[in-house]
């Protein structure tokens, strides 16, 4: 069964994507399966310098899922160029950059070092990351900054599909979503992870060292499913749905509300290989559904 699709203008062969964060920069997953047949691998949030990220404990189990805090620690943008990426196999599965800065300036000169990178796909601009104190999610909880932000990335690369991802953390995503796609984006994924938190009543301290944090797994899933669902009825640009996905039928679910693809995120600790099964497992399950294509498939929900 044939399950390539169209996102914004780049092809992928199927929708099953790595979520950024979750997957290193895709060499670490290397041993678990064939990096070829993923859609196409996000990789672990880059900024201009390299940081790291927050103080332990930076990670906490939480009931149907998990928090963390890790503050976005990478290894800066020159050393994915240098050491990273030659080694992904960009000519046979997209490699697609995801960028943190701290401001609409840094933003646009990360985007044109990596527009230029001709092994960069697309980029995944993250305005929604609730665990650093300047710049995420200070984005993404605002359309005016939120476009903003798009506008100046867009300019600085203006040939790459551009993919903004959002936040969960905000009153209404819709209004989100539209205010990026004037904007300029390409194509929209979402959700990044929900704000939250967990406490010690013995020690009567904080889980994490940065107090709080980002919720994700099966426990957020109703929440990004709703949220794709209704960003799907208000946009025209293809959008990417992503929190708590952890099976073939839960990736379907989110194409059947709209999403065009799906990444998957903390099912990669829980299971390093799963993310390939799932490659296999989805065209199976379409004929299981009597599903002759992933397009008819895509926005069947019948609500009335």
Same mark, same amino acid.
């Given at each position: 069964m044939n399950t390539s699709v169209d996102l914004g203008g780049l092809r992928l062969k199927n929708p099953i994507m790595s979520a950024s964060g979750t997957f290193g920069y895709g060499l670490e997953f290397a041993p678990y399966g064939d990096l070829q047949k993923l859609g196409a691998i996000v990789v672990k949030g880059l900024s201009l310098q390299p940081r790291s990220g927050n103080p332990p404990p930076r990670i906490t189990e939480t009931p149907c899922g998990m928090l963390n805090a890790i503050g976005l620690q990478n290894v800066g943008v020159e050393k994915f160029l240098r050491e990273k990426l030659p080694f992904l196999p960009a000519d046979k599965t997209p490699v697609i950059a995801n960028l943190y800065a701290q401001g609409a300036g840094e933003f646009a000169e990360l985007a044109a070092i990596l527009g230029d990178e001709p092994k960069v796909s697309a980029l995944e601009i993250n305005i929604s990351c609730p665990n650093v104190r300047c710049g995420g999610v200070q984005f993404g909880q605002d359309p005016e900054a939120a476009a903003f932000?798009?506008?100046?990335?867009? !300019? *600085?690369? &203006? /040939? %790459? &599909? $551009? @993919? @903004? %991802? $959002?936040s969960p953390n905000v009153t /209404? @995503? !819709?209004?989100? *979503?539209?205010?990026?796609?004037? *904007?300029?984006? /390409?194509i929209i994924s979402l959700i990044n992870t929900l704000g939250g938190m967990a406490v010690d009543i013995h020690s009567r301290k904080p889980r994490l060292a940065n107090t709080v944090g980002g919720l994700s797994g099966p426990a957020v899933k109703p929440v990004a499913l709703k949220m794709v669902y209704e960003v799907c009825g208000v946009v025209d640009i293809p959008v990417i749905g992503l929190g708590g996905i952890c099976s073939a039928r839960d990736a379907l679910e989110f194409i059947m509300v709209g999403a065009h693809a799906v990444q998957i995120g903390t099912a990669n600790f829980m299971r390093p290989d799963l993310i390939f099964d799932l490659v296999d497992e989805l065209p199976v399950l379409l004929a299981e559904l009597g599903v002759e294509s992933l397009e008819k498939f895509r926005g069947s929900l019948e609500t009335a």
């Amino acid at each position: 069964m044939n399950t390539s699709v169209d996102l914004g203008g780049l092809r992928l062969k199927n929708p099953i994507m790595s979520a950024s964060g979750t997957f290193g920069y895709g060499l670490e997953f290397a041993p678990y399966g064939d990096l070829q047949k993923l859609g196409a691998i996000v990789v672990k949030g880059l900024s201009l310098q390299p940081r790291s990220g927050n103080p332990p404990p930076r990670i906490t189990e939480t009931p149907c899922g998990m928090l963390n805090a890790i503050g976005l620690q990478n290894v800066g943008v020159e050393k994915f160029l240098r050491e990273k990426l030659p080694f992904l196999p960009a000519d046979k599965t997209p490699v697609i950059a995801n960028l943190y800065a701290q401001g609409a300036g840094e933003f646009a000169e990360l985007a044109a070092i990596l527009g230029d990178e001709p092994k960069v796909s697309a980029l995944e601009i993250n305005i929604s990351c609730p665990n650093v104190r300047c710049g995420g999610v200070q984005f993404g909880q605002d359309p005016e900054a939120a476009a903003f932000v798009t506008r100046q990335v867009r !300019r *600085a690369c &203006p /040939d %790459k &599909p $551009l @993919i @903004i %991802k $959002l936040s969960p953390n905000v009153t /209404d @995503i !819709r209004v989100i *979503a539209r205010s990026v796609q004037e *904007a300029g984006a /390409d194509i929209i994924s979402l959700i990044n992870t929900l704000g939250g938190m967990a406490v010690d009543i013995h020690s009567r301290k904080p889980r994490l060292a940065n107090t709080v944090g980002g919720l994700s797994g099966p426990a957020v899933k109703p929440v990004a499913l709703k949220m794709v669902y209704e960003v799907c009825g208000v946009v025209d640009i293809p959008v990417i749905g992503l929190g708590g996905i952890c099976s073939a039928r839960d990736a379907l679910e989110f194409i059947m509300v709209g999403a065009h693809a799906v990444q998957i995120g903390t099912a990669n600790f829980m299971r390093p290989d799963l993310i390939f099964d799932l490659v296999d497992e989805l065209p199976v399950l379409l004929a299981e559904l009597g599903v002759e294509s992933l397009e008819k498939f895509r926005g069947s929900l019948e609500t009335a």
